[in-house]
Every structure is written in C-alpha cells, then in structure tokens.
C-alpha cells in the first residue's frame, strides 16, 4: 500500500508559477505509476498529467499541456507538478494519485490535496 502527501499549494497571480510535490511512503514507490488530477469548485475532478514508473512514458492533459510538467524522483519517493503560466481557470484541489497503469483510469492510492488559487 501506498500513503501520499501533497504540498505546494497556495495562492498566485495569473500568469505566475507553482510547484506541487507529493510524497509517498512505502518502498515499491518506484514501480507504481504517478499522476495528478485536480477538482475545481462545483466540478467533477479531472485528470491533469500522468508518468510511468521510470519517467519514460509522460501524458498530459491538453488543458495544461504546454505549461505543466509533471517529474518523479524515485530516489525521495516524491513525484512533482510544475506549473508555469498558471490561469484562474487552474484553481482547483490537486490530488497526486498512484496505480499500476500509467493511465487517468489505473490510478488506486490517492492523497487529501493540495488547494491551488490563481488571481486574476
């Protein structure tokens, strides 16, 4: 089993930029795959970006591909969310979440999130 921690979060401009990281316990962090998601208020949560256990094989979402890059580091047992550009519109709870599949529907562990507000 597999515990997650987000931090990183917290209040920017548009336009500005913030690094998530999620930290995981146990040792078989570097087999699982990572990736995060995020619920804005009144929505549904989404998929944001996902990474294989070896950091070979990155997806993103279109809504932020271009401006966020998701990185693990298997040696902390963390995995990070940079994003750069950022927009209201990216105001949401992010969720770091790890699964078998590097895929939005392979993800089985999940964190409490981190809330990301951007100012317009």
């Known amino acids: 089993q597999v515990q997650l921690g987000e931090s990183g979060g917290g209040l920017v401009q548009a336009g500005g930029s913030l690094r998530l990281s999620c930290a995981a316990s146990?040792?078989?962090?570097?087999?699982?795959?990572m990736g995060w998601f995020r619920q804005a208020p009144g929505k549904e949560r989404e998929f944001v970006a996902v990474?294989?256990?070896?950091?070979?094989?990155?997806y993103y979402s279109d809504s932020v591909k271009g401006r966020f890059t998701i990185s693990r580091d298997n040696a902390k047992n963390t995995v990070y969310l940079q994003m750069n550009s950022l927009k209201p519109e990216d105001t949401a709870v992010y969720y770091c979440?790890?699964?078998?599949?590097?895929?939005?529907?392979?993800?089985?562990?999940w964190g409490k999130g981190t809330l990301v507000t951007v100012s317009s």
């Open positions: 979440a790890a699964g078998q599949q590097p895929s939005p529907y392979g993800m089985d562990y």
């Open positions: 146990g040792r078989t962090f570097s087999s699982y795959a």
């Open positions: 990474t294989s256990w070896s950091g070979g094989y990155i």
